[in-house]
């Protein structure tokens, strides 16, 4: 396999000192080239499990593989996506996504292939813009691009399309599957929308919070472009549905009761 | 109505006043001199040059005290802000020596350095250091942890990250600071100057008090004044509005 997520846990300490799990005994193997979503409501930890694989977040215990190395820190076989596009505003288009390649490649070459990527998610035109100067959508698309100059193994996303409005958000998808079919990816997406892990992976993490534990795994095997293919969707989506009532009913009842302690 | 408008209009009804007033002899010319005799000498220190040579004296100490502050403060700010201890030590003292006015120093740096150049400029350089090694440190405190997090996941650490992200990132508190700095260490100048030997505009004016020359002691302030608003508006508050455009903080 090729990452491999080991018994990991994660706890914090709460205000009165009291260790809370945020992430309890996970254990995932992930096939390379494989589009994973894993899919929680909020508080599940699935935004830390993405960090820990991404190096900057530790676990309490357990560890994570790829490709057989365990990881200890960030690194540049695992690019990284925010929901947040998190590009560097002093720098132009083109700067922020030679950003990664300024130590190990000359000038023009890292230019060349920051504006290769940067046509792969169509904004080859802006490379001397600023980000101000940007869409959020433009943003985060830049951000893509930016990961992928790296050539990383894994795109670790973690709501990468979360703050975007509904239709910028159904381009990116369909732009992203573009990219993961023509660069063949390993991606592990963070997402809370059910309807878009379903579009999008071949995979799907469904986890329950307090503690954060693994509840289901589903294999989504609909051809693509799955837009043909609503029924089948449909069917995953209310199947995940019953998994995921219990357990926004437990945060929606949790945050009643901690509302009431007041 | 428009800034502009309400600012000539202002102006206009204060100018009138203060000529209208001196011509009826409201006051007598010693207490408030007028306005025409203010001009008129504020046109014949150009000419002599006086006033020229105070303005260049003024500027060449200013430009040497406010470098040497935004480079020590830069140092310190950096310092405080990377360093929990050095900013739960040092980081108090400098809060209570900013709140020192310069000046107060003067005496000290009379004894150190006599009575010359070097006391005026080291004044100015304490003038502007506290407050810009305080705009640095706040803005190495506010980098978005999600910039180093990103910055991280593509194999920058350590002074990488430091000259790449930190400080590129903290650049409109560097600018802010930067404009007060200036704008403390104009002031720790002319506080100087007025104690100092000559030329300078501070010393100027000290010397046109003890001459009762009251046209030159108000025509002077209002250079002091102009200039202080001028630097602040065309200069400062371009930048900073440009860079606060440019680094998205607007609200």
């Known amino acids: ?19 809370v799990d945020v992430l309890k005994d996970i254990n995932l193997s992930i096939e390379k080239g494989q589009f994973v979503s894993i899919l929680g409501p909020s508080g599940c930890g699935k935004s830390t499990l993405l960090s820990i694989v991404a190096g900057l977040t530790k676990t309490t215990s357990g560890h994570i593989q790829i490709d057989g190395k365990t990881i200890t820190k960030p ?25 990664p390649l300024k130590k190990e490649m000359k000038k023009k070459d890292a230019e060349e292939t920051a504006l290769k990527y940067l046509q792969m ?97 589903i294999t989504v095997d609909i ?11 449909l069917e995953i989506e209310d199947h995940i549905m019953k998994y995921l009532k219990k357990e926004i009913d437990k945060v929606v009842s949790e945050e009643l009761q901690y509302a009431n302690s007041y | 109505m428009q800034t502009a408008i309400k600012r000539i209009i202002f102006f206009a009804a204060i100018i009138a006043f203060w000529e209208i007033g001196s011509r009826l002899e409201f006051w007598h010319p010693l207490i408030f001199p007028s306005l025409s005799s203010v001009f008129s000498a504020l046109v014949e220190g150009f000419q002599d040059k006086t006033l020229i040579y105070d303005l260049i004296a003024s500027f060449k100490r200013l430009a040497v005290g406010l470098a040497i502050s935004l480079v020590i403060g830069t140092l310190i700010g950096i310092l405080l802000g990377k360093s929990k201890t050095a900013d739960e030590t040092l980081g108090a003292v400098i809060l209570a020596l900013q709140s020192v006015p310069s000046i107060v120093w003067l005496p000290i740096a009379i004894m150190w350095f006599g009575l010359n150049e070097k006391a005026v400029i080291f004044v100015t350089i304490l003038g502007g250091t506290f407050v810009m090694a305080l705009n640095m440190r706040t803005g190495i405190k506010n980098v978005s942890p999600l910039y180093i997090k990103a910055a991280q996941t593509m194999g920058a650490n350590g002074i990488d990250l430091f000259t790449r992200v ?44 003890d001459f009762g020359r009251m046209d030159i002691v108000i025509g002077v302030m209002i250079i002091i ?14 930048i900073e509005k ?5 680094w998205g903080l607007e609200s």
């Open chain 1, 1 to 19: 396999m090729f990452i491999e997520i080991n018994d990991v846990n994660k706890q914090y300490s709460d205000k009165e000192n009291r260790p």
């Open chain 1, 75 to 99: 690194g540049k076989d695992r690019g990284m996506v925010f929901q947040q596009a998190a590009l560097f505003p002093w720098l132009t288009v083109m700067e922020n996504v030679t950003f």
């Open chain 1, 121 to 217: 998610v169509q904004l080859g035109k802006y490379i001397s813009h600023y980000p101000h100067e940007l869409s959020g959508g433009m943003q985060q698309r830049v951000a893509i691009a930016r990961a992928l100059a790296m050539n990383p193994e894994t795109l670790l996303m973690d709501e990468p399309f979360g703050a975007l409005d509904e239709q910028t958000r159904s381009r990116l998808h369909g732009q992203l599957e573009n990219i993961w079919t023509e660069t063949k990816k390993t991606i592990l997406f963070v997402t809370h929308s059910i309807s878009e892990s379903i579009k999008l992976s071949d995979r799907i993490i469904v986890m329950g919070t307090k503690p954060g534990i693994i509840l289901q795994d």
């Open chain 1, 223 to 233: 051809p693509r472009p799955r837009e043909e293919h609503k029924n089948e969707m």
């Open chain 2, 166 to 209: 930190i400080f590129p990132a903290s650049i409109p508190y560097v600018v802010t600071g930067s404009r007060l700095a200036w704008a403390f260490a104009w002031r720790a100048l002319m506080a100087g100057e007025l104690l100092s030997t000559g030329p300078g505009l501070g010393y100027t004016l000290r010397y046109a008090s």
């Open chain 2, 225 to 238: 004044g102009a200039i202080g608003m001028i630097v602040d508006q065309f200069i400062f508050q371009r």
């Open chain 2, 242 to 246: 440009s860079v606060i455009k440019k």
